[in-house]
């Protein structure tokens, strides 16, 4: 229950159920919608047709890869308020057939705008992430309206204490300056930067804690 405020009495981290992957990647589009990367590599977009893209890569990615990852959400009463999605240790980078049918369906549908930046972004990250076992947190959003409610610590909170259980690191990387307190806070520590189609990004690694 949601209470007039629009606080959230429930704020348990569960696994996104399939049937709300779209619902989920409409949250995911609004909490990205500001990303400097994502802003670099679809700029000249007007915001509408952004949106719209951010939509459907989020939709897509979670469809091909969400049922053999970790997909996370805090929702309840049919509201989603925040998705993360973890690939476990050894199922990143994901097969070239996932990443064909992602790429296509999205050319398919809206066209090759903005696919060569994605590419030299996609060649880049891939190169830093650790050869070692690792969980790799892609992606971690909060719907606007809910932010600075404590979900995105939650749902952080949830997957550094799986890794810890495993005895595992969790590796990630961003394009928003904002977010480095925040990993920080969580213990991630920053391993690199580097500037890609024009955008800072930070790439940063949380060792495995004792419990």
Same mark, same amino acid.
């Given at each position: 229950m949601e209470s007039k405020r629009g606080e959230i009495k429930d704020k348990s981290p569960r696994m996104l159920e399939q049937s709300r992957y779209k619902v989920g990647s409409e949250v995911l589009a609004k909490a990205?919608?500001?990303d400097p990367l994502l802003i670099s590599i679809l700029r000249g977009l007007d915001a509408e047709k952004r949106l719209g893209r951010l939509k459907l890569v989020f939709e897509l990615t979670l469809k091909t890869l969400g049922p053999k990852r970790l997909p996370l959400t805090i929702e309840?009463?049919?509201q989603i308020y925040g998705v993360a999605l973890i690939h476990p240790p050894g199922t990143y980078p994901p097969s070239f057939l996932s990443y064909f049918y992602i790429l296509s369906n999205a050319v398919l549908r &809206?066209?090759?705008y903005g696919l060569g930046r994605w590419? &030299?972004? /996609?060649?880049s990250i891939r190169k830093r992430h650790p050869i070692e076992p690792h969980y790799y947190l892609e992606f971690i959003g909060v719907d606007p309206p809910f932010q600075r409610q404590g979900i995105g610590s939650l749902m952080? &909170?949830?997957i550094v204490g799986l890794t810890d259980r495993e005895g595992m /690191?969790?590796?990630l990387e961003t394009a928003n300056p904002n977010n480095?307190?925040?990993?920080?806070r969580f213990g991630f520590e920053m391993i690199g930067e580097?500037?890609?189609i024009g955008v800072p990004i930070w790439f940063m690694k949380r060792p495995s804690l004792p419990l």
């Amino acid at each position: 229950m949601e209470s007039k405020r629009g606080e959230i009495k429930d704020k348990s981290p569960r696994m996104l159920e399939q049937s709300r992957y779209k619902v989920g990647s409409e949250v995911l589009a609004k909490a990205f919608y500001n990303d400097p990367l994502l802003i670099s590599i679809l700029r000249g977009l007007d915001a509408e047709k952004r949106l719209g893209r951010l939509k459907l890569v989020f939709e897509l990615t979670l469809k091909t890869l969400g049922p053999k990852r970790l997909p996370l959400t805090i929702e309840q009463a049919n509201q989603i308020y925040g998705v993360a999605l973890i690939h476990p240790p050894g199922t990143y980078p994901p097969s070239f057939l996932s990443y064909f049918y992602i790429l296509s369906n999205a050319v398919l549908r &809206k066209g090759f705008y903005g696919l060569g930046r994605w590419f &030299k972004w /996609s060649r880049s990250i891939r190169k830093r992430h650790p050869i070692e076992p690792h969980y790799y947190l892609e992606f971690i959003g909060v719907d606007p309206p809910f932010q600075r409610q404590g979900i995105g610590s939650l749902m952080l &909170k949830h997957i550094v204490g799986l890794t810890d259980r495993e005895g595992m /690191s969790c590796y990630l990387e961003t394009a928003n300056p904002n977010n480095l307190p925040f990993y920080q806070r969580f213990g991630f520590e920053m391993i690199g930067e580097e500037r890609i189609i024009g955008v800072p990004i930070w790439f940063m690694k949380r060792p495995s804690l004792p419990l």
